[in-house]
């Protein structure tokens, strides 16, 4: 073996067994956690009456030094309070760690009809029982009842209760604030599902099949009675998303080929394609009207699941409740990252330091302490963000901010972005192909992945089927807060289309500080948000209609919230294109009422032209602040 060989030898080697000893600290580090669980608290488990008479299967955790009354930490789920067992604890309580060596007594509940608690289950379900009266229930008149048991009943409590959860659980914390119990001081809405139509499963009217597909393969399979365990699934047949969902084809194959009818929820999608009666019963967010808890609403900014949920239940919130007990807070984070060991990246982005732990440590846990056991703290900001480029936390008293300079950039010809309309007239055009769609990702995934949402988007900006437009680059840093106004001028030479829109930042090819090819991330393409509307729904989601043939036609939505610093030397870019999959389903381009039932007939190519002129001048608008 010669020294080159050898030296590469022990460089993997030292690799290797750096890697195993990060292993054994974490899993040690999980153990530590689990132990200390294990000595300071005792487990309960009751089946705490509704209502109605249906019992709900609630697990709760008592912490065994009785020197002090402790509030109540409460969390409602879909997902299973497992492990189930008086004598079988959970490996983690709180959000963090520190809240469980800070003392709370732990409650955690199985929703209606899942799992071991009994009863019918619903997904999103109507909260009408204030409407119906008598012993009409729903998810608010179930969180209401058991936080009534709870301070009834668990001893040694000090009447108080909070609530957190992310995503559906977040969506339950929500929910409790309608005619919330006396007793509910403080709720954390983490990535809450606010309305099913514009969030997870919808993107303006557009529809991501991987998400509700492989959700849905277990969370909608039906069962009669209790159960501990989850269903088991579908058997994957490759790791290649992309692959999977082209070769699956129109979306009517679903039922056809794998689910046969026996997804009672995937069933009701499919015959609501439009944002109808049956969308707008299950939207939480007119119910979010008296807001009397201390609230927290929790977001990611790289939250792929559910962006839209945390912005519009804050934005529902602050504005239709009288009181100032609503904060916002938005970091750099993927689906739940903030409850995570490390917050220090999301992908390729990096943060310079643990965003996660900072988070729980000076904001989720001082909020709970505050609002529960009346420690004194600094005063919470109104909003507390993330700003992504810069790097750091910034605070405000209103979201978005007020003051700011309004931008208006303009697309033009020669892949253009700029502050003057286009004098000439012109357009941009791009064939969309359903049989060779834009990938979402450069990587293979399922089709649902986290990382793309801050991806370099290079590999997509060299297609033919994508547009680019590139602004000057920045002498000076310029900071992006709020939403970003999309106004294309648009046509197809078809009937039906989508427009994916995606602000992008590219970096210098040089660094800075040492005038030298930057080898690790120069011109990276950095995705800062995207969006996505079908075109059928741009002047209303619950009437749709088709285009008319090769006429110029404008199409109006916004991406949403960014709070994001184009730094100098970066410049701006925006790219258009009319397919992200498999992530959001391809677009027949040939209208039918309902694309649910398409066929392979319907899928057709498609002649797209995005307009740049003094006529049809297609632009994005945003606020700028200091």
């Given amino acids: ?23 054994a600290a974490g899993t040690n580090e999980d153990d530590r956690r689990a132990e200390y669980i294990r000595s300071h608290y005792a487990k309960y488990e009751y089946q705490i009456p509704m209502r109605d008479g249906v019992k709900l299967f609630t697990s709760v955790y008592v912490p065994y030094d009785k020197s002090t009354q402790y509030p109540i930490m409460m969390q409602r789920t879909p997902y299973r309070v497992a492990p189930y067992g008086a004598d079988k604890y959970k490996r983690k309580l709180g959000p963090s760690e520190i809240f469980e060596k800070e003392g709370f007594i732990f409650v955690f509940q199985d929703v209606r009809g899942k799992f071991m608690s009994q009863g019918e289950y619903v997904n999103m379900r109507p909260q009408d029982a204030g409407e119906k009266g008598g012993n009409a229930v729903d998810d608010a008149t179930d969180t209401y009842d058991t936080i009534d048991w709870l301070v009834k009943n668990v001893p040694n409590n000090n009447g ?6 992310t995503s559906y659980p977040g969506y339950y914390t929500s929910v409790a604030a309608i005619n919330s119990h006396k007793a509910l001081k403080a709720i954390s809405p983490q990535a809450p599902i606010a309305n099913w139509f514009y969030d997870d499963f919808h993107r303006n009217g557009a529809f991501s099949t ?39 084809g129109p979306l009517s194959n679903v039922n056809k080929n794998y689910f046969n009818g026996e997804r009672p929820f995937w069933n009701e999608l499919t015959e609501h394609p439009n944002y109808d009666e049956y969308w707008q019963a299950r939207n939480v967010l007119p119910h979010l009207t008296n807001v ?9 900014w790289y939250d792929t699941e559910d962006l839209y949920g945390p912005l519009a239940t804050y934005q529902t919130m602050s ?7 609503i904060h916002l807070v938005m970091g750099p984070w993927y689906h739940g990252q903030w409850n995570a060991k490390d917050g220090s990246k999301m992908g390729e982005a990096q943060f310079g330091f643990n965003t996660s732990a900072w988070f729980q440590e000076h904001v989720l846990l001082p909020f709970f302490k505050h609002n529960l056991k009346g420690e004194k703290g600094e005063d919470l900001a109104t909003a507390t963000m993330f700003e992504t480029g810069a790097n750091r936390w910034r605070e405000f008293d209103t979201w978005p901010p007020k003051q700011g300079k309004d931008v208006v950039l303009y697309m033009g010809a020669d892949e253009t972005l700029s502050q003057s309309k286009e004098s000439k007239g012109g357009a941009s055009e791009y064939i969309s192909d359903p049989n060779k769609p834009v990938p979402h990702s450069d990587k293979v995934s399922r089709g649902w992945d986290r990382p793309y949402m801050a991806e370099d988007q290079r590999y997509t900006a060299r297609r033919t089927d994508v547009l680019v437009f590139n602004g000057e680059v920045a002498t000076e840093d310029q900071t992006i ?19 994916v829109v995606k602000l992008v930042d ?16 120069g011109n990276r393409h950095e995705l800062v948000r995207w969006g996505i509307i079908r075109g059928r729904y741009r002047n209303s989601m619950s009437t749709p209609e088709p285009f008319e043939p090769n006429k110029p036609t404008l199409v109006k939505f916004e991406l949403y919230d960014v709070l994001h610093t184009i730094k100098r030397g970066h410049r701006l870019q925006v790219q258009v294109q009319s397919s992200m999959f498999p992530f959001m389903d391809m677009n027949p381009q040939k209208y039918v009422d309902n694309i649910f039932n398409a ?7 498609a002649l797209h032209k995005v307009y740049h002129s003094e006529q049809y001048p297609s632009s994005i608008s945003f606020k700028v602040i200091d």
């Fill in 160 to 165: 108080k209760v909070g609530m957190w959860g």
């Fill in 506 to 521: 590219v970096f210098p090819g040089v660094d800075e500080t040492t005038n030298k090819v930057d080898k690790e991330t």
């Fill in 481 to 499: 807060a709020g939403t970003i106004d999309v106004n294309l001028w648009v046509s197809t030479d078809q009937s039906a289309a989508d427009f």
């Fill in 1 to 23: 073996m010669n020294k080159k060989t050898l030296l590469g030898f022990i460089v993997v080697c030292y690799s290797l067994m750096l890697s195993a000893f990060a292993h």
């Fill in 599 to 605: 066929t392979e007939d319907d899928y057709v190519k």
């Fill in 319 to 325: 504005k239709k409740n009288k009181k100032d007990n």
């Fill in 210 to 248: 991987p998400m509700a597909f492989i959700f849905f393969d277990t969370f909608d399979k039906q069962r009669e009675g209790q159960f501990a365990y989850w269903p088991e699934g579908m058997k994957s047949t490759t790791p290649d998303g992309y692959e999977f969902f082209r070769k699956l």
């Fill in 292 to 300: 009397k808890p201390a609230t927290l609403v929790v977001g990611g």
